[in-house]
């Protein structure tokens, strides 16, 4: 059975008025962001577990959004150890913690995005693979399971499909954002149809090619499809439309779907 939840909002300035609007819309849980400092202090004060049990709430934690665990060791080294920090915090409520699948750097040409990764992929493949183990061992210690989710915003970077064939083959798990996939001329849909992925957890917004992150309804997304494909991946479904506007709309919507 799916869980439905929100992310935590850039509007608001602590933890409690995210799990507030999260238990008024009748959801289960609530996506913490690293990249918010109200996230990191309140964790790092061991306030959230109480809050959590106040508002019968679950949590899930998105790590830092650049994290690039493709990068070198001395770069990595330093987000693991960020990454211990706030998954020990995290021991006993976090269910989940999700990582981006980022492109890395960008050498422009003639206005072309060309990707030193792809570039020199089979050595970068090896650290992505050394590192995202790294990363998944420090979260199952603290009992947190890992998903790795696919980005917008790198259209020519054909090599992050060909991370997923790689990572899934090394047994890890994935995060299937919709909107981004939309955004990128469905690349991880189009993978689907010769390759099957697990997916834990979705990001639901709706898109129309040019913009994500837009409440239910109002791009042109087959939000019924992927719905569907949710319910068949028994996942968690972030409702990741970015202010309380927007989710109070998009909650009904996708429960009427």
């Known amino acids: 059975m799916i869980k439905l939840g929100l992310p935590i909002l850039y509007e608001y300035d602590n933890l409690e008025d995210n799990f507030k609007l999260a238990k008024k819309l009748g959801l289960d849980f609530v996506e913490m962001n690293l990249n918010f400092g109200y996230c990191r202090k309140e964790m790092e004060e061991g306030k959230v577990k109480e809050l959590l049990e106040k508002y019968n709430l679950e949590a899930t934690l998105h790590f830092y959004d650049e ?21 020990s915090l995290g021991h006993g409520y976090i269910k989940m913690m999700n990582f981006h699948n980022i492109p ?34 420090i979260v199952n210690k603290f009992d947190i399971k890992m998903v790795i ?6 259209k020519n970077a054909d090599f992050l499909m060909e991370n997923f064939i790689h990572l899934k083959d090394e047994g890890f798990k994935f995060t299937y954002d919709i909107g981004h996939d939309n955004m990128q001329n469905d690349s991880v849909l189009k993978l689907l ?13 709706d898109g129309n090619r040019k913009a994500c992150h837009l409440a239910l309804g109002e ?8 719905k569907d494909l949710a319910i068949k991946n028994d996942a968690y479904v972030l409702l990741e439309v970015k202010s309380s506007e927007d ?8 429960k009427a779907l």
């Open 67 to 87: 994290a690039d665990m493709g990068s070198y060791d001395e770069v990595v080294d330093a987000y693991l150890v960020l990454l211990n920090k706030y998954a």
């Open 104 to 137: 890395g750097p960008v050498v422009t040409i003639s206005g072309v995005k060309n990707y030193i990764y792809a570039k020199e992929y089979d050595e970068y493949l090896k650290r992505i693979i050394k590192n995202f183990k790294k990363a998944e061992a």
């Open 149 to 154: 989710e696919n980005v917008d915003g790198a």
């Open 193 to 205: 149809e010769k390759t099957e992925l697990k997916f834990d957890e979705f990001h639901f917004h």
């Open 219 to 226: 791009g042109t997304i087959n939000l019924k499809y992927f």
């Open 247 to 254: 989710l109070i709309k998009s909650v009904p919507f996708f």
